[in-house]
């Protein structure tokens, strides 16, 4: 990226709060890249993103929880026990209990879960190292370490409560569809 376009990226969002600049980017980024997942990999390949985060996450440390995947990852417990099921009927990977817990189950890579991981990687490589390609070594690890500490401070206090709402809006809006439903 030049200076100038450096300059211009920062002038756009002079002004605004936080949420309204970087938790706005840091969401476009998001959906872009699982967009990009979808079409260029989960269609090919049939593995879900959030199998992907899963089996990912398997395979570079073999042995672990659904807890511990669901804390890594930023997921929703339910939804890694939903790419689990996926990723077991696929036979991508297997679920055996904890020899040292057997109250706790462990995630381990088939065969053909570390043979499309492989190639699923390797995509993925490439998408991150273009995206990223727009940052220098030492931007990308200042990158690194920040989002490092930022996830470090989200798995450590946690989002605070909202506050209340000022009105019903579930049944204001509700009422809303059923008055536009009548015309």
């Known amino acids: ?80 026990s939903r790419a689990v099921s996926g990723l077991r009927r696929k036979t991508l990977i297997e679920v055996r209990a904890d020899p040292e817990d057997g109250r706790r189950s462990l995630l381990f890579a088939t065969t053909l879960g570390e043979e499309i991981g492989a190639e699923i990687a390797a995509r993925e490589q490439l998408v991150y190292e273009t995206v990223f390609g727009a940052l220098g070594a030492d931007e990308i690890e200042e990158l690194d370490r920040y989002l490092g500490i930022i996830n470090q401070r989200l798995r450590d206090i946690g989002l605070p409560d909202a506050p209340p709402p000022s009105r019903d809006w579930v049944a204001i809006l509700d009422e809303a569809a059923r008055s536009n439903e009548s015309k």
Do not use: C
Not at 16 to 30: D, N
Not at 31 to 52: A, I
Not at 53 to 80: D, F, H, I, T, Y
């Open 1 to 80: 990226m030049t200076d100038v376009s450096r300059a211009e990226v920062g002038s756009e969002t002079a002004g605004l709060s936080v949420e309204r600049t970087l938790g706005q980017r840091i969401h476009a980024f998001s959906n872009m890249t699982s967009g990009n997942y979808y079409g260029r990999t989960e269609l090919v390949f049939g593995v879900s993103l959030p199998e992907w985060r899963v089996l990912r996450k398997v395979l570079l440390q073999p042995e672990v929880s659904q807890v511990e995947v669901a804390a890594a990852e930023g997921l929703n417990v339910m939804n890694v």
